[in-house]
């Protein structure tokens, strides 16, 4: 029996939804038996590979890099999960929409600075002008919301997944929780 391939990915988030996947705890190793970790930030494969089952979206995007990351995740994907609140509404990370790129990262890098108060050009994200939810770039098939979502409620995903079901969530998990 071929196994489910799962990929993960973190965008502009806190990585809350990949410690609520963690959390389903001893139902991970039978988990493995059925899935195999293909790309995820619990890994070290560098490159998003071809021939994805699944891919569970955590984050919004709000940069160059995170744009590139759920174009290819979603060209390479049959099922793409938006993961948590991050991802299907933006949430936190989108909080800063409503100033300007420029007075965000002024604000960031040099107004609460104490040392080397300069917005950083090389080596990091160039962020876009505003955070989005990934639905805003990309098709997504299922919305699993939370901050995090509840780890039975991944568990249960995923295994409707595995048995060629749509996840039932109704009154399993909620925004903000």
Do not use: Q
Not at 29 to 55: G, H, M, R, T, W
Request: aromatic residues 6%; proline residues 6%; contains cysteine.
């Amino acid at each position: 029996m071929n196994r489910l391939r799962l990929a993960t990915a973190w965008l502009d988030g806190c990585s809350g939804c990949h410690m609520s996947l963690l959390d389903i705890d001893e139902k991970l190793v039978e988990l493995s038996e059925k899935i195999e970790l293909v790309y995820s930030p619990l890994v070290d494969f560098k490159v998003i590979p071809e021939n994805i089952d699944v891919a569970l979206i955590e984050g919004a995007v709000s940069s160059e890099a995170d744009r590139e990351e759920i174009f290819i995740l979603r060209a390479r994907s049959a099922i793409l999960v938006s993961f948590g609140d991050c991802a299907v509404t933006a949430n936190v990370p989108g909080m800063r929409n409503k100033f300007s790129l420029e007075d965000t990262l002024s604000r960031s890098y040099v107004e609460n600075a104490t040392l080397g108060k300069c917005i950083p050009l090389d080596n990091v994200p160039k962020l876009l002008e505003y955070a989005k939810p990934v639905h805003e770039y990309v098709k997504v098939d299922y919305f699993l919301p939370g901050c995090p979502p509840p780890a039975g409620v991944i568990l249960s995903t995923l295994t409707d997944l595995l048995n060629g079901r749509l996840p039932a969530i109704e009154g399993k998990t909620r925004f903000g929780a």
